[in-house]
């Protein structure tokens, strides 16, 4: 019997060649993707993954508000319409509105605690019709948000499920592990102050003052299950430095919206 | 071809008895007896059938109907017959826009011509009938050509009654000359001929008439023979769509509460859905049972309770025309959650602001949005959660203070997101994407966080702030804002940009932040992080 299927699946995979590669086995769809806003993450994870869970995590000037930022400016340009659950109240619309965020196509909801973030945004996603949904735990106490149970990681993955919403979710420690389809961690390189002189003082520069003009910020791929790469800190010892690991990070620069750079932006990728 | 006239007779029987069934349904399959008159003299005005099999009859006092225990004893009650009778001129303007408010209990239509949108007149009979229904009323009709034939049909026969063009006179005829309304003195003297029916009033010369009872006995003598028309006095549509409740035990939980809005918001939307309008806003009026005054001992000083207020009012605008009773209801149910009454409802009123319902036509192009009447829902119940003000979209205010900002209702028509203009130089937008910079963003501290700074030749050098403490690498600024200097409350602010090293073993060593020097305070404040 075992030997009749196994001719039949030969045959069958005989006539097929040619027009369809591998009838027999079960190909998971790649998920449709959004871009970021930031050309070097794109490449590196493909955009962020729609119907999934994404999370970003970095320390306190990592750059994480500013991708959610460069995110929020991505998908309202496509007249999307995108919510920011703020556990700690701590978005900025006049930096987000001067970085080209359309402030009517964004619901804030202002929580003063994790508590409220997360009803929030369980309410929201069983609400569903929005195109991203943020969730910003990275203001709130990390030992409250170490106690989020894992199985609401993974109820909120499954609520996004067959949807086109992505969800993303920024904090300061990886917590939603293996829920999450995408994971990246951010870190920050030097910054970059510039010293300008202008020859006759004026009223827009505090010569000698010295400006932020930005920094460098490395974006490392954690986990990407559309890539299928596993957690990096189980091979780090291993894949220092490989190839592999060298493909999982992306370098990019931020830069300061007051007083926009003369050249373009590089963004580079190692 | 010659144009013929038809009228409708829309009757209410027991109109009394129906109003008060269309608020409270159970009451219909009780015992029930209604009684109106001057205090303490009530007697029972209207009862049903279930009642008077019981022995309860018509002009017993209130207290003799008393005794039978098991029929319910209700006033009579003026404002549920302006509401059902509000609910009939409704279902009549849903079918034809020709319609006079003859009694409260009874309306006229003229639906001539209205044979290529119903059917022929039974069609349209059965439609009326199924239309009262709806809103929760029983109703006679009757059809003809005759105005006043019509009106005296229905008003005697049950049911749907069409009355052939030429028969007037042979259905008339049995009927009680009662039925044409005859004054008390025309009356009297028909009793006194023995006339009782329209047959026999027919039957009299009309010029003998005219002689001994004057122009109305013509004119009786006219209606009885189906000859006897008048202009259709019409009413003017009102776009006046209001619910009441009276209870007789006030109602204290949200939950009872909820049931009872629930039926007069049925009842609203099926008025509303009659006339091919929608409800943009809802206003919630309640009365208040009055709290009693406690006793007090004026020996010792307790606390005097207040009377509880006597009204409450809420109003819920809709972001999109509704008819969805149940999205109604919910957001209702929230709001009151949120905000209670403060004491047991006597009187519920709910008034419905109507528009014309929204139309809209999906694009293909156009990226998906959250349903409006969902998303007022989602908004509602994270409101509840965070409070009003805590959700919507953020709009910058037209000021240099920082954080000048206030948070507006969201909705997705405020967002222009149907706007397929928009969408094309959206897309121009994104196709530049790739060469634009990403800008860093500030992580805001709400409220701003108190710092400490040790300033060397007015540049900051060291800072303390959240328990930590570190050396200033870089600083740019002051930038100093200031404003609202003409006002009692002017603003200053020296801003700065601070790169900081943190001593110990901070995690993470380095920062970003914005720190800012109140001018009017004379302190030092931290804005936010860069992140």
Known sequence: MLSRSNALRLHVESALTGRVASPFRFQQPQPVTASMGIPALDQLAGGLPRGCLTEIFGTPSSGIASLLQSALVARTANAEVCALVDSQDSFDPACAEAAGVSLRQLLWVRCRNLDQALRSVDLLLHGGGFSLVALDVSGAPAKLVRQIPLNFWFRLRRTVENTSTILLVLSRESHAKTCASLVLRMERAAARWSLRDCRYPSREFHTPASLLDGWTTTAEMIRSSSQRRNLFFIDRAKNTDSANSSSEIAHFDLHSNHFPPAASAQNERT | MSFTALFAAVYVPHFILQAIGRSEPELRTHPLAIVDGPSPTFQVIALNRIAELLGVARGMTKAAASQFAQVTIRPRCIIHEAAAHAALLDVAWSITPRVEDTAPDTLLLDISGLASLFGDEEKIALEIVERASALGMNVHVAISANLETARIVARALPGPTIVPDGEERHFLETLPVAMLSPSLELAEIFDRWGVATCKA?????????????????????????????????????????????????????????????????????????????????????????????????????????????????????????????????????????????????????????????????????????????????????????????????????????????????????????????????????????????????????????????????????????????????????????????????????????????????????????RFSYDGMLEKWFVRGVYD
């Open chain 2, 201 to 513: 009033l027919t039957s009299l010369p009309v010029l003998s008439l005219s002689e001994c009872v004057g122009q109305e006995g013509v004119r009786l003598h006219a209606i009885a023979s189906g000859k006897g028309m008048r202009p259709l006095l019409l009413a003017e549509p009102v776009q006046h769509f209001e619910e009441w409740l009276e209870l007789d035990d006030a109602v204290d939980d949200l939950e009872s509460l909820s049931f009872l809005l629930g039926r007069l918001l049925d009842q609203l939307s099926a008025r509303l859905s009659a006339r091919a309008v929608s409800i943009a806003a809802i206003h919630v009026h309640f009365e208040l049972q009055p709290a009693f005054d406690h006793a007090f001992d004026t020996s010792r000083d307790l606390l005097r309770v207040k009377p509880a207020p006597g009204t409450f009012s809420c109003m819920l605008e809709m972001p999109v025309p509704t008819r969805d009773a149940k999205l109604l209801l919910k957001l209702l149910h929230l709001r009151l959650q949120s905000r209670p009454p403060g004491a047991p409802i006597q009187k519920i009123q709910i008034t419905a602001q109507s528009s014309l319902a929204r139309v809209t036509q999906s694009s293909l192009f156009v990226p998906t949005a959250p349903d409006p009447d969902k998303l007022e829902l989602t908004i509602a119940r994270i409101a509840a959660v965070v409070g009003d003000s805590n959700v919507g979209s953020p709009q910058l205010l037209d000021s240099h203070q920082p954080d000048a900002f206030q948070v507006r209702k969201f909705s997705v028509a405020s967002a222009g997101i149907s706007d397929s203009r928009s969408i094309a130089q959206s897309v121009s937008t994104i196709n530049s994407q790739s060469s634009a910079v990403t800008a860093i963003a500030l992580h805001a501290f709400r409220p701003p966080v108190p710092a400490r700074v040790q300033l060397q030749g007015n540049k900051p050098t060291l800072v303390f702030f959240q328990g930590r403490s570190g050396t200033v690498l870089h600083a740019s600024g002051p930038w100093r804002t200031s404003g609202q200097w003409w006002e009692e409350k002017p603003w200053q602010e020296d801003a700065w940009d601070l790169e900081i090293l943190f001593s110990g073993e901070a995690q993470p060593p380095r920062g970003f932040y």
